[in-house]
């Protein structure tokens, strides 16, 4: 049965950068989109990056230009690197892949920006 599991989150002044890490296991990130979501106090779930099979990377716009979505294949996880982050980029992360039918989700790292 595999997972996938979240690390790296902490807390951090504005303007600052963390590297949020998304590890794989019992299956294989290889071969398979990826996704960072995130969900901040009060607020709906929101889709942050997104790396392809191909890893082609796609953004939402409020993260454009500071976050960067990457995979490392041979270490089964995916990373998103965020930057000059605010504090309304305060949330829980999550990664998300879909294989076979069936969804993976990590339990989030919280990530907090203070002001």
């Known amino acids: 049965q595999g997972q996938v599991e979240e690390s790296g989150g902490g807390l951090v002044q504005a303007g600052g950068s963390l590297r949020l890490s998304c590890a794989a296991s019992g299956i294989s990130f290889s071969n398979n989109d990826i996704d960072w979501y995130r969900q901040a106090p009060g607020k709906q779930l929101e889709w942050v990056a997104l790396?392809?099979?191909?890893?082609?990377?796609i953004y939402e716009d409020s993260v454009k230009g500071r976050f960067t979505i990457s995979r490392d294949n041979a270490k089964n996880t995916v990373y998103l690197e965020m930057t000059s982050l605010k504090p309304e980029d305060t949330a829980v992360y999550y990664c998300?892949?879909?294989?076979?039918?069936?969804?993976?989700w990590g339990q989030g790292t919280q990530v907090t920006v203070s002001s």
């Open positions: 998300y892949t879909a294989i076979a039918g069936r969804r993976y």
């Open positions: 790396i392809t099979s191909g890893d082609n990377t």
